[in-house]
């Protein structure tokens, strides 16, 4: 990562659950959820928890950070419209 | 490890793709969402920030129901922008399950059974505002 390079992704959720496979414990209730700045809509997240099965006969363990947004944002200077999923 | 995600834009969106307003539906005053994608475009670092990107495609079918009352959030523009709680909104828990499916050339994975938040996961649904909009 470039120095100076501002990432604006958190992770909010509770911040007694830590997730099974990464480790990694949730940051809070008060940690703001979208990735998008100067945003205002609506957002969901998910950090959800099972199983795949692959093509290579295995399975693995699955652990998500999923995220939907949908609102107005500002791009080019303009207030537009649309729907964005984190992934 | 496989570790898809939607990689870092021009635009600077990270790990986070357009998918259209069709693709994401926020009802019941914002109580429940769906969010539905197909053949999105994705990488697989392989882990966090791998240095192997490989082209992939994943579907993904995710739903939310909150599971409480929403909560006023975030502490608005009186913190730095940079701060997590630089924001402004109303936010209840939720539960969540998926349905996930991907590609990449030689390797094809799908969930068995819906991924859940319950027990061991999270989820939250509600409204926010950021930036320009506090």
Known sequence: MAPGV?????????????????????????VEPSTITDFNGSTAVAYHVGRVRASDGRTYNL?????????????????????FALI | MHDFNG???????????DVGRRAVEFKMSNRRAVLRVKDLPVIDSFQFFG??????????????????????RGLGNTVAPTDPRAFLGEIATAVSTASISGS???????????????????????????????
Do not use: C, K
């Open chain 1, 63 to 83: 652990e998500t950070d999923i995220r939907a947004f949908e609102g107005e944002f500002v791009a080019d200077g303009a207030v537009r419209r649309g729907g």
């Open chain 1, 6 to 30: 501002v990432i604006h992704v958190f992770g909010p959720g509770d911040p007694a659950v830590t997730l099974p496979f990464t480790g990694i414990t949730l940051g809070g209730f008060d």
């Open chain 2, 104 to 134: 990449e050339i030689g390797f094809e994975f799908e969930t068995i059974r819906r991924a859940t938040t319950s027990p061991r996961g999270y989820a939250q649904i509600g409204t926010e505002r950021n930036g320009v909009f506090l």
């Open chain 2, 7 to 17: 990689g870092i834009l021009p635009s600077g969106l990270f790990w986070t793709a």
């Open chain 2, 51 to 72: 240095p192997s990107d490989t082209p992939a495609l994943v579907d993904f079918s995710v739903e939310w129901m909150a599971t409480s009352s929403p909560v006023t």
